[in-house]
């Protein structure tokens, strides 16, 4: 009978005790030097963390816990031996307070050249408000460095991160292909610039859903390169809307879906704009679908003739082709009277526009249309309806 027991005993041992052992191999950070004091450079610790997990043969996880870790620039490299690291984050990464540490452009934390990635949770404090203050200011000011660079990645998962206070661009999906984007939140302040929420370029098969921007630039931007992209359930607000194509250049964007988005008070709703200069390049196959509009300034864009700072446009003629744009269902409140406005080149028109169930408003009257070398078809309801 005892050795019945014991022979239980040691069984239970055998079975259990592994899984523990194992479980403290996770490379927790603090386990690497790193300090949850807010102060104490904790870069090195993240950086020997990463490179455990990503010599590890096996799927690995490194765990963040609470508390608040000083980071400097940190590249999570790869390519790893393995093809599942989980980056689990209780507490927060907090850029140093001096922006001049970070602010020469780049990334902060940056992740390159990894297959499988996923990032859960956590505070990403890129400490941007000196630095947005200064630029405000007109002074000589660093560029700036994204809170969270991707690039040449390959199937990441990022859900529930908190992405705040970036110095510049908050999150950059660059070279990426099958990305999920999950429960989100990026804010930084109306008034901060060059704060884009989320930049998507060169990627394929990217997913953003469930998620909510506050910002002082463009919500989500979708530049060139940008294939099957699927945006779903987002709050944009303050910010400037959902944007394609800040520079559009040879490589097209096709195959974006914008479904059930919300934008209150931004100064853009859904635009595209592509430079206004030869190009190769095109947007195509684009559908916004279930938009509401709070108070927006510009609901409804299309801009073949954009030219920030009014230089390198010869001729102010767009090259990029803008064709099959689908609007449906898009309803809610204009902050200005012309709520839909596509201005496009008399020679590279836009065409294949569509426009089905729409009703925009301005004040207690309805709002109006201005378009300029457009061709498209209307169906359902639409107002403003002297588009084509
Ligand atoms: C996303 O939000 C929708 C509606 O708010 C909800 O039904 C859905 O479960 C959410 N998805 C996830 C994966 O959280
Ligand atoms: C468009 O992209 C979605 C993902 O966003 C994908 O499911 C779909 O197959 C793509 N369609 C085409 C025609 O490639």
């Given at each position: 009978?005892?050795?019945?027991?014991?022979?239980?005993?040691?069984?239970?041992?055998?079975?259990?005790t592994p899984a523990t052992v194992a479980e403290g191999a996770t490379p927790?950070?603090?386990?690497?030097?790193?300090?949850?004091?807010?102060?104490?450079?904790?870069?090195?610790?993240?950086?020997?963390?990463?490179?455990?997990?990503?010599?590890?043969?096996?799927?690995?996880?490194?765990?963040?816990?609470?508390?608040?870790f000083s980071v400097g620039k940190v590249v999570f490299k790869g390519p790893?031996?393995?093809?599942?690291?989980?980056?689990?984050?209780?507490?927060?990464?907090?850029?140093?307070?001096?922006?001049?540490?970070?602010?020469?452009?780049?990334?902060?934390?940056?992740?390159?050249?990894?297959?499988?990635?996923?990032?859960?949770?956590?505070?990403?404090?890129?400490?941007?408000?000196?630095?947005?203050?200064c630029k405000r200011s007109g002074k000589i000011c660093p560029t700036g460095?994204?809170?969270?660079?991707?690039?040449?990645?390959?199937?990441?998962?990022?859900?529930?991160?908190?992405?705040?206070?970036?110095?510049?661009?908050?999150?950059?999906?660059?070279?990426?292909?099958?990305?999920?984007?999950?429960?989100?939140?990026?804010?930084?302040?109306?008034?901060?610039?060059?704060?884009?929420?989320?930049?998507?370029?060169?990627?394929?098969?990217?997913?953003?859903?469930?998620?909510?921007?506050?910002?002082?630039?463009?919500?989500?931007?979708?530049?060139?390169?940008?294939?099957?992209?699927?945006?779903?359930?987002?709050?944009?607000?303050?910010?400037?809307?959902?944007?394609?194509?800040?520079?559009?250049?040879?490589?097209?964007?096709?195959?974006?879906?914008?479904?059930?988005?919300?934008?209150?008070?931004?100064?853009?709703?859904?635009?595209?704009?592509?430079?206004?200069?030869?190009?190769?390049?095109?947007?195509?196959?684009?559908?916004?679908?279930?938009?509401?509009?709070?108070?927006?300034?510009?609901?409804?864009?299309?801009?073949?003739?954009?030219?920030?700072?009014?230089?390198?446009?010869?001729?102010?003629?767009?090259?990029?082709?803008?064709?099959?744009?689908?609007?449906?269902?898009?309803?809610?409140?204009?902050?200005?009277?012309?709520?839909?406005?596509?201005?496009?080149?008399?020679?590279?028109?836009?065409?294949?526009?569509?426009?089905?169930?729409?009703?925009?408003?301005?004040?207690?009257?309805?709002?109006?249309?201005?378009?300029?070398?457009?061709?498209?078809?209307?169906?359902?309801?639409?107002?403003?309806?002297?588009?084509?």
């Amino acid at each position: 009978m005892a050795q019945i027991v014991l022979h239980a005993l040691l069984l239970f041992l055998f079975t259990f005790t592994p899984a523990t052992v194992a479980e403290g191999a996770t490379p927790n950070v603090v386990n690497f030097g790193a300090k949850p004091d807010g102060e104490t450079d904790s870069t090195n610790a993240f950086l020997s963390a990463w490179g455990r997990a990503c010599s590890s043969t096996t799927p690995t996880t490194i765990h963040v816990p609470l508390g608040r870790f000083s980071v400097g620039k940190v590249v999570f490299k790869g390519p790893c031996k393995n093809k599942g690291i989980t980056v689990r984050i209780d507490g927060a990464l907090v850029a140093p307070s001096n922006y001049d540490v970070i602010g020469n452009g780049g990334n902060w934390l940056h992740f390159d050249e990894v297959d499988g990635v996923a990032v859960f949770g956590g505070v990403l404090d890129g400490q941007g408000i000196g630095l947005w203050e200064c630029k405000r200011s007109g002074k000589i000011c660093p560029t700036g460095a994204t809170n969270l660079g991707f690039s040449n990645w390959k199937n990441i998962v990022m859900n529930g991160v908190r992405c705040v206070k970036s110095q510049m661009f908050q999150i950059v999906i660059d070279r990426c292909e099958n990305v999920r984007v999950e429960g989100v939140k990026v804010s930084a302040a109306g008034n901060s610039p060059n704060t884009d929420g989320i930049h998507v370029q060169l990627s394929s098969r990217v997913t953003i859903l469930n998620s909510t921007i506050a910002t002082g630039d463009d919500c989500i931007s979708i530049g060139p390169g940008t294939t099957n992209l699927w945006i779903q359930n987002i709050a944009c607000g303050p910010g400037h809307g959902i944007s394609v194509g800040n520079e559009l250049e040879e490589a097209g964007v096709e195959n974006v879906t914008v479904k059930a988005v919300t934008f209150a008070g931004t100064e853009n709703g859904v635009r595209i704009k592509s430079w206004g200069r030869p190009s190769n390049g095109f947007a195509r196959n684009i559908l916004f679908q279930h938009v509401t509009m709070l108070n927006v300034q510009n609901p409804i864009v299309i801009d073949q003739n954009y030219c920030p700072h009014q230089n390198n446009c010869p001729g102010q003629v767009s090259g990029i082709r803008i064709n099959n744009i689908k609007y449906l269902d898009i309803h809610g409140s204009s902050a200005s009277e012309v709520a839909v406005k596509m201005n496009c080149c008399p020679k590279q028109q836009c065409s294949g526009i569509s426009l089905e169930d729409l009703m925009l408003t301005y004040e207690t009257k309805q709002a109006l249309a201005s378009c300029n070398h457009v061709r498209g078809i209307v169906s359902g309801l639409v107002q403003p309806n002297n588009c084509f």
